[in-house]
């Protein structure tokens, strides 16, 4: 479904990671680290097939997580959700189900717990076109604010105002001043313009009494900017609705290991518990 997720991910500035089955130790290892080099909370939502090994992978991630987490001593806000597909979604949207193959050792407790065969997920865009992208807008437009490039701009923009009209207070008796000193040695340049190659050294005598003068300017400058700060305006920050009551997380990294442990069991595909959505 990457045709379907890549624009989505372009769109609202997520991170897709695709595998085939389950990921590996090294890529989940790799993605903690890019998380903890980020230094921001982490949302992950987990997309596979309807099936006896798809109802496990975000279970088996998550698993990963927390060890490698506490292993490497990775404090971050982790949070993991399965988005698709549940089995409400195959009920609701009266998705086909495939046979389960005989030679799948985790048969027996998928259909014990869901008492149905298996559902891709190709199924649901074949059958509803647009409706996977409708339902992880639902998730994304979560953590995203549509309007806040433009505020970032606006930002930006008054950022400029403010260092510009700084400059006109602090610096522009310095600015007038050099002005003046270049003004007088404007006749000098046009003096020695044709034979400054020739007369480098006669140049730089006459332009000597200049040097103290200027470097008396460009440290009184230097002193100004950094004895002044620019009061500049704040970034502005996001409008989204974030977590919410209704999101039924796999893994949280805020909970303790007997915390997560019953989570855990309450909602993997055992015969139990197994209403995730």
Known sequence: MNDVLEPLCRKFYANLIAGAGFLSVTSVVNFLERIKNIGKPCRIFYI???????????????????????????NCDIKLKQVALTQKQVERYRLPSIPIKESDNRKGNFRKAFGQDATELDALEANYPGELENIICRELLKYFDPDLENSMRAAEDRAEEAIREWKEEHLAQYEDELRKLNEQKRPIVRKYEEQLQRLREEC?????????????LRQAVINEIKNNDIDLPPLPEPDVTGDTEDDVWIYDSSRTYSEQLKVYKALMPNGKGVDRE
Do not use: H, L
């Not at 596979?48 to 990775?74: H, L, T």
């Not at 006459?206 to 040097?211: L, Q, S, V």
């Open 48 to 74: 596979s097939d309807f099936d006896p090994a798809g109802s496990y992978m975000p279970f088996a991630i998550s698993r990963q997580i927390e060890y490698w987490q506490n292993y490497y001593n990775i």
């Open 204 to 216: 730089q005598r006459d332009f000597a009494p200049f040097e103290e003068p200027v470097n008396k």
